[in-house]
Nanobody, 123 residues
Framework: QVQLVESGGGLVQAGGSLRVSCAAS????????MGWFRQTSGKEREFVAA????????YYGDSVKGRFTISRDNAKNTVYLQMNSLKPEDTAVYYC????????????????WGQGTQVTVSS
C-alpha cells in the first residue's frame, strides 16, 4: 500500500502562483511514477502532469504546458506541482496518484490516490 496526502491548495488570484505537494508513505516511493490529475464537478478527471520514478522524465497536459512544473524529491517521498500564471479554469480539486504501470496519461493506470486538495483561482 501507498498512502498519499496532498497539501498546499488554496485560493489565489488569476496570474498568481501556487505549489501543491503530495507526501507518500508506505512502499518505496522511488519505485513509482507519480502523477497529478484534476477534477471539477460534473467533469471527467483530467491529466495534469506526471514524472517518472527517477524524476528524469516529465509529462504535461496541453492545458498546463509552460505554466506548471512537476518535480519530486525521493529523499523526502514527496512530489510537487508548481503552478504559475494560474487561470480561473485551473480551478479544481487536484489529486496526486502513484503508478508502477506505463501509460502515465491514463488515470486507470494509477493504483493509489490521495484525497485531493482544492485549488481555486479567482478572476
Amino acid at each position: 500500500q501507498v498512502q498519499l496526502v496532498e497539501s498546499g491548495g488554496g485560493l489565489v488570484q488569476a496570474g498568481g502562483s501556487l505549489r501543491v505537494s503530495c507526501a507518500a508513505s508506505g512502499r518505496t516511493f522511488s519505485n513509482y511514477g507519480m502523477g497529478w490529475f484534476r477534477q471539477t464537478s460534473g467533469k471527467e478527471r483530467e491529466f495534469v502532469a506526471a514524472v517518472s520514478p527517477s524524476g528524469g522524465n516529465k509529462y504535461y497536459g496541453d492545458s498546463v504546458k509552460g505554466r506548471f512544473t512537476i518535480s519530486r524529491d525521493n529523499a523526502k517521498n514527496t512530489v510537487y506541482l508548481q503552478m504559475n500564471s494560474l487561470k480561473p479554469e485551473d480551478t479544481a480539486v487536484y489529486y496526486c496518484a502513484a503508478t508502477q504501470s506505463g501509460g502515465v496519461y491514463l488515470d486507470s493506470r494509477y493504483e493509489y490516490w490521495g484525497q485531493g486538495t482544492q485549488v481555486t483561482v479567482s478572476s
